[in-house]
């Protein structure tokens, strides 16, 4: 049998450059310092090192399967590093992410997001790693649902015997820690009452029904139930694999032609249209937004990241840059209410439940 390799995306807020608009390149630096001593002791194979708005993004590849200590620990060191940095130039929120002060065994619920996956390499092996910003764990739940579920999106349900049995899809209630696998097409009734509901339950992996193998993986931490106060948005990542038995590079873009609504922007707390653009676009500043997406595309050769490419970096996307841009200034007039304020529930961690208090001898019963 052909060697498995792993891809590891692990990601964290460690400061940013202005207030939470970008990364100070000095902290890419430090982190690709910290990576290639890694890759020399021979804990990773490869690894690039880049950021989406003010989150700092880790791809790594390497052969000890998801979830290696050694791993985990390298990207906790390249974050504790760039903190020192984030804290000299005195960056906003320096350390944000990293919700505890000594590493053990795993990032999971340490603060920093984390998609990993571990398969056989394929003959070409196309991927796909998105990076958002300003929003939270299950902004990859509409696009995941078209990518492998919807067939006027993804023409290789229909036409590609290779993917027509469909795909599996395991989504984890968030609040709960509980999951649930859901078979597409028979299921995508009751996978959607579920994942059209993103706050609370989040697409984790899809899987190819045709072969067994994994087909994408996203990041589901929820920074605010981890921390049990606000401290930034999850600002998630997912990995995707493409071609031949998985949708077609093209397909797996297309969701992101149409900037859906995700939770996020200004503090965490309202609702806008994700945004996909460039790496260079990918600096968020009206209203600390709207959120953004970058996708970079990687050819894996032998564990060799071969990339990246700026996927949308393309004029084909401008409508839905612009697009985007009109729902966010609709959204913007409602200034502090709902929908674009997020719903009270969602809105616990903030000033509401100190503000409830506080008021909470001043109201007084309705005859
Ligand atoms: P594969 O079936 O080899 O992935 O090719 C499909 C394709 O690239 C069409 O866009
Ligand atoms: P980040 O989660 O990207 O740090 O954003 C936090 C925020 O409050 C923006 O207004
Ligand atoms: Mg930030
Ligand atoms: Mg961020």
């Not at 460690?14 to 001593?37: F, M, N, Q, T, Y």
């Not at 492998?148 to 015997?161: C, E, H, K, R, Y």
Request: charged content about 25%; aromatic content about 8%.
């Amino acid at each position: 049998m052909s060697k498995e390799i792993t891809l590891s995306v692990i990601k964290a807020d460690i400061g940013g450059w202005v207030g939470h608009s970008r990364i100070h390149p000095d902290l890419i630096e430090r982190a690709k310092e910290v990576l290639a001593e890694g890759q020399k002791r021979g804990d990773i194979l490869d690894f690039h090192v880049t950021a989406a708005g003010d989150d700092l993004q880790l791809i790594m590849t390497h052969t000890q399967g998801d979830d290696s200590p050694k791993v985990h620990q390298l990207a906790w060191n390249a974050f504790e590093e760039a903190t020192q940095v984030a804290k000299a130039l005195k960056l906003y929120g320096a350390g944000q992410d990293l919700l505890s002060d000594a590493f053990s065994d795993n990032v999971r619920g340490m603060g920093p997001g984390v998609a990993e996956m571990t398969f056989v390499e394929r003959k070409s092996e196309p991927v796909i790693i998105f990076m958002a910003d300003k929003t939270a764990a299950g902004a990859w739940n509409l696009p995941l649902y078209r990518m492998f579920a919807d067939p006027f999106n993804t023409a290789g349900l229909v036409i590609s015997p290779s993917m027509h049995k469909g795909f599996r899809f395991e989504v984890q209630d968030v609040k709960e820690h509980k999951a649930i696998t859901f078979d597409c097409p028979e299921e995508m009734y009751d996978l959607l009452v579920f994942i059209g509901a993103p706050a609370r339950y989040a697409v984790k992996r899809v899987f190819s029904r045709n072969t067994g193998e994994i087909a994408a993986v996203s990041s589901t931490e929820r920074l605010s139930l981890i921390a049990g106060r606000y401290v930034g948005k999850d600002d998630p990542v997912l990995i995707v694999r493409c071609q031949s038995q998985f949708p077609a590079v093209g397909e797996v873009l297309e969701p992101f032609a149409f900037p859906h609504i995700v939770e996020g922007w200004m503090r965490g707390s309202h609702h806008g249209p994700l945004m996909p653009v460039a790496l260079h676009e990918a600096n968020p500043s009206r209203f600390d937004g709207p959120p953004r997406v970058v996708a970079l595309g990687f050819q894996i050769a032998d564990g060799r990241l071969v990339g990246p490419v700026d996927m949308f970096d393309d004029p084909s996307f401008d409508e839905a840059r612009r697009l985007a841009n009109q729902a966010a200034d609709y959204l913007r007039r409602h200034g502090p209410f709902e929908p674009h304020r997020l719903p009270m529930e969602e809105m616990e961690y903030t000033t509401m439940p100190e503000v409830m208090k506080r008021l909470g001898d001043r109201w007084t019963p309705i005859e």
